[in-house]
């Protein structure tokens, strides 16, 4: 309440929420039927996704980090760090910046992440040259290239190398995602993964950061619409002609379920007043 107090006049302004990330809703500003399209464009000109992450960027002045890292961390944020930043983007309207950010410097949390996200998005997103915003401060460029290991620190080319091995058991494989391994170099470099900035504690006397700014360009394709497929319905015994007497047989089922409800909607009515009249 202290620091929300000293910022005065700004607090009017202020919307706090508790929220997960990844389901943050969107601001109320118009329905997607009058967009032309299934979602909206995005409501939010600028967003700080400053995600959970494993903390080993922070080792400098918590020293503890060390004797309780594993890989597992990595592991269990890749999934949840991606769903944020997926859903930051789903709110950034065209045109805005995300800042997504970590205290790690680890690639699965931080260009896995990235390289991932900007390859879901189909476009809609492009890496920020921001070099020249901060030119004193020292930092490492984006990598392009990393490795992924398991808990006993085996090193493994491919997702699909590890998919196939038999020395790490079914159950502990499906925690190792595709995206965590580094994209193709020409798609790396397309991407401009160089581009985010590594804050390395030795280069500028400081803790471990990762940080990338994003700049959304056009509206997030968004999944395809819901369509039932001709060759399911050529399937129907009868081809089209079953399909449509079918989907007419749906429809009257339809009806006849409203009809139902409405029945029962009366009848709780009805329960209702008697239950008040007594």
Known sequence: SRRCAALGEMCSRLLVTCHAAQKMPPLPLGDPREAGGRYLDGCFD?????????????????????????????????????????????????????CYSTCSLNPLENEAVVAELLTRCGGALE???????????????????????????????????????????ANVRRRWLPSMWPPPPATAA??????????????????????????????????????????????????????SQESAGAGARGRAAALKVAEIGEKFDGIMAEAQAV
């Open 46 to 98: 600028r967003i700080i996704c400053d995600v959970p992450c494993s903390g080993d960027g922070t080792a400098r002045k918590n020293p503890s980090v060390w004797h309780r890292w594993t890989q597992e961390y990595a592991l269990e944020m890749h999934p949840l760090q991606l769903q944020i930043a997926m859903r930051g983007a789903a709110l950034l309207a065209p045109g805005g910046l995300l």
């Open 190 to 243: 397309a991407l401009k993964l160089e581009r985010c900035l590594r804050l390395l504690p030795h280069l500028a006397d400081m803790g471990g950061f990762f940080v990338v700014l994003l700049r959304k360009v056009a509206p997030l394709p968004g999944p395809p619409a819901r369509r039932r497929s001709l060759a399911r319905m050529a399937w129907s015994p009868g081809g089209l002609g079953d399909a």
């Open 127 to 169: 890496i920020v040259d921001s070099s020249a915003a901060l030119p004193e401060l020292r930092r490492a460029d984006g990598l392009h290239t990393w490795t992924v290991m398991d808990d006993d620190l085996t090193k493994w080319p491919t997702h699909a190398d590890l998919a196939a091995s038999s020395d790490v058991p």
